[in-house]
Antibody, heavy 121, light 110 residues
Framework: QLQLQESGPGLVKPSETLSLTCTVS??????????WGWIRQPPGKGLEWIGN???????YYNPSLKSRVTISVDTSKNQFSLNLSSVTAADTAVYYC?????????????WGQGTLVTVSS | QSVLTQPPSVSAAPGQKVTISCSGS????????VSWYQQLPGTAPKLLIY???KRPSGIPDRFSGSKSGTSATLGITGLQTGDEADYYC???????????FGGGTKLTVL
């Protein structure tokens, strides 16, 4: 059974960089059939897609966040990561990592449990 | 303000049927697949419907999806108290070049 697990600091200071890692188990991140993505959800609000990455390193991002987002992959560790720079309180959210198919890349079939990141001094 | 419009809440009695709408445009729903997610309180979203009307393995046939033009609908029959959750639609938006979600609908089973 595929499992995804987010990890990283739960508290980040304003103007700093938020860094999270998603560890994939029960399957290979190097599969040619899938993309891997990040989605976030501010407390009490809806879902926002952040971006996706392919095992080759090919990425695409939400234009509204593109200037601040970097997603990378480490196939040797079966992990992919999210960096979000210059954070503000508006970036406080539960961050989820998830898997999508290569055919329909905005459709996520496996999700991590999510990790709450609070931006505060 | 979400690109996809969902009703904030719907309710129905146990055993009844409910539908949740998701309205968009030609740049999103009109030309792309729609997926639906169930988010139980305090948990991650779970894929209920993909490619407009397909159910992943393990999702009961009480859940159904349909699409017509620039709108999509999630249907749930034989409502159970365990179905109380937030439901989200999602798709790709060509104009935004981004994955987009609806604002979510809270289902209450009275």
């Amino acid at each position: 059974q595929l499992q995804l697990q987010e990890s990283g600091p739960g508290l980040v200071k304003p103007s700093e960089t938020l860094s999270l890692t998603c560890t994939v188990s029960g399957g290979s991140i190097s599969s040619s059939s899938y993309y891997w993505g990040w989605i976030r959800q501010p407390p009490g609000k809806g879902l926002e897609w952040i971006g996706n990455i392919y095992y080759s390193g090919s990425t695409y991002y939400n234009p509204s966040l593109k200037s601040r987002v970097t997603i990378s992959v480490d196939t040797s560790k079966n992990q992919f990561s999210l960096n979000l720079s210059s954070v503000t309180a508006a970036d406080t959210a539960v961050y989820y990592c998830a898997r999508s198919s290569i055919a329909v890349t905005e459709q996520f079939d496996y999700w991590g449990q999510g990790t709450l990141v609070t931006v505060s001094s | 303000q979400s690109v996809l419009t969902q009703p904030p809440s719907v309710s129905a009695a146990p055993g009844q049927k409910v539908t949740i709408s998701c309205s968009g445009s030609s740049s999103n729903i009109g030309n792309n697949y729609v997926s639906w997610y169930q988010q139980l309180p305090g948990t991650a979203p779970k894929l209920l419907i993909y490619e407009n009307n397909k159910r992943p393995s393990g999702i009961p046939d009480r859940f159904s999806g349909s699409k017509s033009g620039t709108s999509a609908t999630l249907g749930i029959t034989g409502l159970q108290t365990g179905d109380e959750a937030d439901y989200y639609c999602g798709t790709w938006d060509r104009s935004l070049s981004a994955g987009v979600f609806g604002g979510g609908t809270k289902l209450t089973v009275l």
